[in-house]
């Protein structure tokens, strides 16, 4: 049974940095690209970041500079880290995995997804 549960998602103020970290099981982890997506309220799901498995990111513009994706292979775990934070960023962050593209933005391409962690930020 393939399992994501992602963890760190809080309320923080806008400048503040934080952590979100996708455990996965069940998968070949190495195998699969890995996703965050973030949905707002009354919003559509939408893409932030990849990471493919040679480790190469691609980040919507919005959060270029500021957040940065990383695997960790050996855990089975997926980081996304956030600085700069701004209320704009507030929503449910998802993380996903994709066996058949390595840099998709698009939420069809993705086989498997968390149940989300909440992001708030107060300005």
């Known amino acids: 049974q393939v399992q994501l549960v992602e963890s760190g998602g809080r309320l923080v103020q806008a400048g503040d940095s934080l952590r979100l970290a996708c455990a996965t099981s069940?998968?070949?982890?190495?195998?699969?690209?890995m996703g965050w997506f973030r949905q707002a309220s009354g919003k559509e799901r939408q893409f932030v970041t990849v990471i493919d498995w040679f480790h190469r990111a691609h980040y919507t513009k919005s959060v270029e500079g500021r957040f940065t994706i990383s695997r960790d292979n050996a855990k089975n775990i997926v980081y996304l880290h956030m600085n700069s934070l701004k209320p704009e960023d507030t929503a449910v962050y998802y993380c996903?995995?994709?066996?058949?593209?390595?840099?998709?933005?698009?939420?069809?391409?993705?086989?498997?997804w968390g149940q989300g962690t909440q992001v708030t930020v107060s300005s």
């Open positions: 996903a995995a994709s066996l058949k593209a390595a840099n998709s933005n698009s939420t069809i391409d993705y086989n498997y």
């Open positions: 069940g998968l070949p982890f190495s195998a699969y690209a």
